[in-house]
């Protein structure tokens, strides 16, 4: 079992840049696919990125594509997000999930196991 724990989100303007952490306790996080997905009010919870336990694979969604870069540091057990060129549409909940088959990027939240609390990401235009 793995705890997440997201933190780093919070009010930024048009253009501006955030940088999402995720701090995984428990089972080394080497053993799990990670990923970012988000939530605004009213929509479904979306894929956003995700990289594989060996972190050979990154996959990204076509929305944030050149703009989001997940990464991983494993001596600190800990996931990031880097957004820059951020969108008033980016505006959401972000939340990091960690899924045991660590050798597919599964985009369907309902595969993911376990979940951090989420960090709200606000976008003013």
């Known amino acids: 079992q793995v705890q997440l724990v997201e933190s780093g989100g919070g009010l930024v303007q048009a253009g501006g840049s955030l940088r999402l952490s995720c701090a995984a306790s428990?089972?080394?996080?080497?053993?799990?696919?990670l990923a970012w997905f988000r939530q605004a009010p009213g929509n479904e919870r979306e894929f956003v990125a995700g990289?594989?336990?060996?972190?050979?694979?990154?996959s990204y969604a076509d929305f944030v594509k050149g703009r989001f870069t997940i990464s991983t540091e494993n001596a600190k057990n800990t996931l990031y997000l880097q957004m820059n060129s951020l969108k008033p549409e980016d505006t959401a909940f972000y939340y990091c999930?960690?899924?045991?088959?660590?050798?597919?990027?599964?985009?369907?939240?309902?595969?993911?196991?376990?979940w951090g609390q989420g960090t709200q990401v606000t976008v003013s235009s």
């Open positions: 428990g089972r080394t996080f080497s053993a799990y696919t």
């Open positions: 999930a960690a899924n045991p088959n660590r050798f597919f990027i599964a985009t369907n939240p309902t595969t993911y196991n376990y």
């Open positions: 990289v594989t336990s060996n972190s050979d694979r990154r």
